[in-house]
């Protein structure tokens, strides 16, 4: 295509003002792209949902493009960094069709987000691409070495453009289609292993004010603690504010949230959490956020703990929820085996990307 423009997109106040048009095609190109390169449709967002994160700014910035041709919007892209001082990196997202992958569309929108993380002072950006569990044609080993993917036209254009494969990540399902014994027995034998040392505690969101310092400094240690490859990311801030900030934002889209986690007695510190998260929609997929076990604390069973509990908890939270589905790294095999042992299963992969942006785009 010749004839491609692209502007700012609007970012409405609400997700059904008068100008909300761009941002909820951006929404919808992300759920069509997501669905035709996984192969499945459990990774969809709504309007209503994405849009309180882009309202409130306080943590990270996030700004978006359309992409036109002769009126017709074609495609979006997104960039996501922290405000946080010090920060290098930011996330990248292209949405469009595959076909748009291919036709420039996608080239002139690449070309524009990297513009735009140079006026951010973002020198390192990452993408993320889905593919499906069937493996294809021609397939993509990450720098890891763990894992593989098929190639998707998205893929072929970040590649094409300097990005690095630098990580592939599972994503599995486990079907809430029986009963959930293994479960209990999996908790009952982590905790009897774990000792008297480490209490469950567990709360629906927004977070209690005593248990906000020890969850933010979980959050935080995913930067540090979780298998990450080459992929570069800056320890950031989580005080109690940006905790509170956090739940604000989840429960203004209209989503619950349950955390389970484990603090160690003797210390009184959080040494271990999982998230379960699901949007208004009481039949909707339920998405597992973060899972950590800190590494002080590993060898404990304290993942188990922390999922096992959480999915029986979840049970009372949403009981009409189909599945769960969650993403891990393939490297990441003792939080693999927790999964399969509880009965998750493959449903699709995704790739992690990496590019160092030199003072000119595209190269």
Known sequence: MTDILITPMVVPPTADAPDATEFRAMIELANQAAELDAGIDDLRDTAEQVLPSWLDQSDRVHRGFIAR???????AAAITTATQSGTSAAEIELMLLPAHAQNGVGAALLERIEQEALVLDRSILQAWTLHPAAGGERMLTPATGWGEVAAT???????????????????????????????????????????????????????????????GSMIARMATDVPSGDLEFTVETWDDERVARRDATF???????????????????????????????????????????VKEHRGRRLGTIVKCANIL?????????????????????????????????????AGAWQKRLSSEPNT
């Not at 041709?69 to 495609?75: F, L, Q």
């Not at 970040?158 to 494969?165: D, F, K, S, T, V």
């Not at 998230?275 to 956020?289: C, K, M, S, Y």
């Open 313 to 349: 908890r979840w049970r009372s939270v949403a009981p009409d929820s189909p599945k769960i589905s969650t993403f891990n790294a393939e490297e990441n095999r003792p939080m693999l085996d927790i999964n399969e042992s509880i009965g998750f299963v493959p449903a699709s992969y």
């Open 69 to 75: 041709s002769r009126g017709e919007i074609v495609g």
């Open 153 to 215: 036209p998205l893929s072929e254009l970040l590649g094409a453009n300097g990005y690095a494969l630098e990580q592939v990540e599972r994503n599995s399902i486990l079907p809430f289609d029986g009963t959930l014994d293994d479960a209990e027995r999996r908790l009952a034998e982590a905790v009897a292993f774990a000792g008297a040392d480490y209490r469950i505690v567990s709360w629906t969101l927004p977070t209690p004010p005593e248990l906000r310092a020890g969850y």
């Open 251 to 293: 429960a203004a889209g209209g989503q619950t949230m349950s955390v389970a986690a484990v603090v160690h007695e003797p210390s009184g510190a959080m040494v271990a959490f999982n998230e379960l998260n699901i949007g208004a929609d009481p039949i909707g997929v339920t998405h597992q956020w973060g899972t950590l076990v």
